[in-house]
């Protein structure tokens, strides 16, 4: 196969088995976050690059690195979104919702990095996540891990994952352990791989996210966070603990997290496994209070997580014994029996599909290729029309499984077929 002809490297089709496994985890998941009251939102899959290079930071991996940014016909620069939080936000300040606070939405689809193609790590992934702008209140980060909870529950995962938090403090907290972490790394600056040594310049903390092995060790010694916090922060990720423990979600403090984006404060969490081998943050959030103004909007607190669907679907996989196993619909197959039948036949496969059922017309070849056929789909009963059914205005019913069969009116097959279980 000519090379153009695959797919880009880490992207890849959906296909229907995969897509009905997708369909039940976007629709588990916002069924909770209905739950919490929260609405859905869709914004564009791309916006001015602005949109990210101010908010995620021009020193964080994701800008620096990994988005697709081009320029369009009309001269704009665009960018694809490697994450949905700033289109949101911008979503948030360009419909003028201050007004509506709080703003509680969830959304799922596309996004894309330019990152090297891995297991659990594409191009193009999909995220499902939630935000709540206009909320400052610590408990509203217990009530958002709660509800990741939640969700992760609704998919049978919570067994399965660990829930690690950690919290970054306001800003004043974060100021002074930035210069603690520059002082530290500084003393060690020949061990930093070359990334960190350029974010030793520009942001120290994101150090602690590296996924390097040499970096990793000098982390384990490194300062931590809430040695240098204010009052107020420590105050504030004592509630957010008590909210978890009232709701009795269990949790380990991991000073290692700062998560992959800049503009964090306060809380930060990740949903982490060990079965998915080096990708085992499934779901991630945290506070960013300073986000919204940042992006030229009121100044406005907000909270929010972002699951990853792909990684979601692989632990679902791997952790149900014999994978992930959502039914297709039953399906029912409509055979005229010689082509003078078709028209009669189309009419009651359209009629059937008006009333829910999924049905297959089934025309071509002989009886035994047609039978066969209804067979291989995994049809449920198969429905006859031969020249005697359609003079008397009937049909012949076989149920596949056992092979019965009745003659009845064409009226009368809607409520025959359900009387069978499950159709
Ligand atoms: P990682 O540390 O794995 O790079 P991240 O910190 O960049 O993750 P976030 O920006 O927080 O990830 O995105 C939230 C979730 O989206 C992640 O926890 C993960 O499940 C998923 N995710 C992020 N990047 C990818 C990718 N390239 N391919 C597949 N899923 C991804
Ligand atoms: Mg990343």
């Known amino acids: 196969m000519s090379p153009k002809l695959q797919p880009v490297r880490g992207t890849h089709d959906i296909l229907p088995e995969e897509a009905r496994k997708r369909r039940f985890i976007e629709a588990a998941l916002a069924g909770v976050c209905e739950r919490y009251n929260y609405g859905e939102i869709a914004t564009p899959v791309f916006e001015f690059s602005d949109v990210f290079h101010r908010t995620l930071g021009d020193t964080s991996d994701v800008v620096t690195k990994e988005t697709y940014t081009f320029t369009d016909r009309g001269g704009e620069s665009l960018t694809l979104r490697p994450e949905f939080t700033a289109g949101v936000v911008r979503a948030f300040i360009s419909n003028g919702l201050q007004d509506k606070l709080p703003f509680k939405v969830y959304y799922h689809g596309p996004a894309f990095r330019y990152e090297r193609p891995q297991k659990g790590r594409l191009r193009q992934f999909h995220q499902f996540g939630a935000e709540l702008v206009g909320e400052a209140d610590p408990l509203a980060d217990a009530e958002m891990i709660a509800m990741s909870a939640h969700a992760l529950s609704a998919l049978g995962l919570l067994d399965h994952v660990k829930l690690e938090l950690n919290s970054l403090g306001d800003a004043e907290s974060r100021q002074a352990y930035r210069g603690a972490l520059v002082a530290y790394f500084k003393d060690r600056q020949a061990q930093l791989s070359e990334d960190s040594k350029q974010r030793l310049e520009r942001n120290p903390l994101r150090i602690l996210d ?36 009232a709701l009795n979600i269990k949790f380990e403090i991991n000073p290692r997290i700062v998560r992959g984006l800049d503009y964090y404060s306060h809380t930060v969490f990740e949903f982490t496994t060990d079965k998915l081998g080096a990708q ?65 036949a189309l009419k009651l496969a359209d009629a059937l599909r008006h009333q829910n059922f999924t049905v297959e017309l089934i025309t071509r070849g002989n009886m035994g290729k047609k039978m066969k056929k209804a067979d291989k789909l995994g049809a449920t009963a198969v429905l006859l029309l031969g020249e005697d059914e359609v003079k008397a205005g009937e049909v012949t019913l076989r149920w596949l499984a056992t092979g019965e069969q009745q003659r009845l009116p064409v009226q009368s097959v809607v409520q025959a077929l359900m009387q069978q279980d499950g159709l």
């Open 210 to 245: 590296s996924k390097d092995e040499g970096d990793r060790r000098l982390i384990i010694d490194a300062p931590q966070a809430q040695d240098y916090f204010t009052p107020d922060a420590s105050a504030f990720f004592d509630i957010v603990q008590e909210g978890l423990e």
């Open 280 to 344: 085992g943050t499934v779901l991630a959030g945290g506070r960013y209070d300073g986000l919204v103004k940042l992006m030229g909007g009121p100044d406005v607190p907000g909270v929010g997580f972002a699951a990853g669907i792909e990684r979601l679907l692989a632990l679902m996989e791997v952790v149900n014994a014999d994978g992930m196993r959502v039914s297709p619909p039953k399906v029912i197959a409509v055979i005229p029996i010689d082509a003078a039948q078709e028209m009669e």
